[in-house]
């Protein structure tokens, strides 16, 4: 998949790619569940009839992440993927061309019109397909209308995609995440096509594991939120070796702790593997994140969680 970094790189890629053309669609496409990959398939099915190529306009980050950043009434919602995993997810779905867009003052205010000016007449499309919920440009003020008027003028066709649904609820990101937060990870590995999972390079942590005899992996956390806390039973993957662990994810209130944390206590296991990138699947909750009194109770509580870790995962 070509990734095509910014606004200002598009007109230079159209420059280059004059022979082909697109069936492209837009949106943010955090965790790439099931609605997504429909539309998707939708677009491979139309680049079929139109011999033609597939495009995603993907934002980053999301427009509340961007909102919550700039007012400090407003908590960062939590995310399901990460800007590189959802990446690697549009390359998994074989996306030709993938274009960032990234969400900040200059597109926030920019008019609809000119959003279609700017973005969408850079490139060659020939027919765009958009979520039946899909807003855009300031104010939210451009929608399908919009958009229809507008592929009629310059000869695209644009079309609407359906509703994938659930037991009649709608697959959403804001559904996923709701059921991430409760640990209802079965019906969200339903709702996202695969396991929910979080990867991240391993980095150095304050090592207090070590000194109880839990040594555990921190990994690196981007500044928005996971949908997740507490401590789970996991699967993990290292360069393709499968492990077990357990995890805490949470601000580790017992050592005063502010900041939150992924650390990772893999079973069995004594590689030191800082720097290397680690990716953790959320197998069921064993608790909620709680302050012990004390470092010697903190320990007792972890030795009671690896035992119910390692039943829950049958070692």
């Known amino acids: 998949m070509y990734l095509i970094r910014g606004l200002h790189n598009l007109g230079s890629f159209n420059a280059k790619d004059t022979k082909n053309k697109y069936v492209a669609t837009i949106g943010n496409f955090d965790g790439l569940h099931l609605g997504h990959q429909a539309l998707i398939e939708a677009m491979k099915i139309k680049a079929k009839d139109h011999n033609a190529k597939t495009m995603v306009f993907f934002t980053e980050p999301h427009a509340a992440e961007y909102f919550a950043d700039n007012n400090e009434g407003l908590e960062s919602p939590p995310r399901i993927s990460s800007w590189?995993?959802?990446?690697?997810?549009?390359?998994?779905?074989?996306?030709?061309?993938?274009?960032?867009?990234?969400?900040?003052?200059?597109?926030?205010?920019?008019?609809?019109?000119?959003?279609?000016?700017d973005v969408l007449e850079q490139v060659n499309i020939c027919h765009l397909i958009i979520g039946d919920d899909f807003r855009f440009g300031q104010n939210r003020a451009g929608g399908f209308d919009l958009l229809k008027r507008w592929g009629n003028s310059k000869g695209v066709d644009v079309s609407p995609t359906e509703t994938v649904k659930d037991n009649n609820q709608r697959i959403s990101s804001t559904l996923i995440r709701r059921l991430l937060a409760d640990s209802n990870f079965k019906l969200a590995q339903k709702l996202l096509g695969r396991p929910y999972t979080f990867s991240g390079k391993v980095v150095h942590g304050n090592q207090l594991g070590r000194t109880i005899g839990v040594p555990t992996a921190n990994l690196w956390m981007p500044k928005q939120n996971l949908p997740i806390s507490g401590v789970f039973a996991v699967k993990c993957t290292l360069e393709k070796k499968p492990l077990l662990g357990i995890a805490n994810m949470g601000v580790r209130p017992t050592i005063g702790g502010s900041k939150p944390v992924l650390e990772v206590h893999i079973f069995n296991f004594h590689d030191t593997i800082y720097r290397k990138r680690l990716s953790i699947e959320f197998v069921q909750k064993i608790r909620e994140e709680k302050k012990f009194e004390n470092i010697e109770k903190l320990k007792a509580q972890i030795a009671v969680d690896i035992n119910l870790a390692k039943d829950i995962l049958s070692l």
């Open 84 to 117: 590189r995993e959802k990446f690697e997810l549009l390359n998994a779905h074989e996306i030709d061309v993938a274009c960032f867009l990234k969400f900040n003052d200059a597109l926030k205010t920019m008019p609809p019109e000119r959003f279609i000016n």
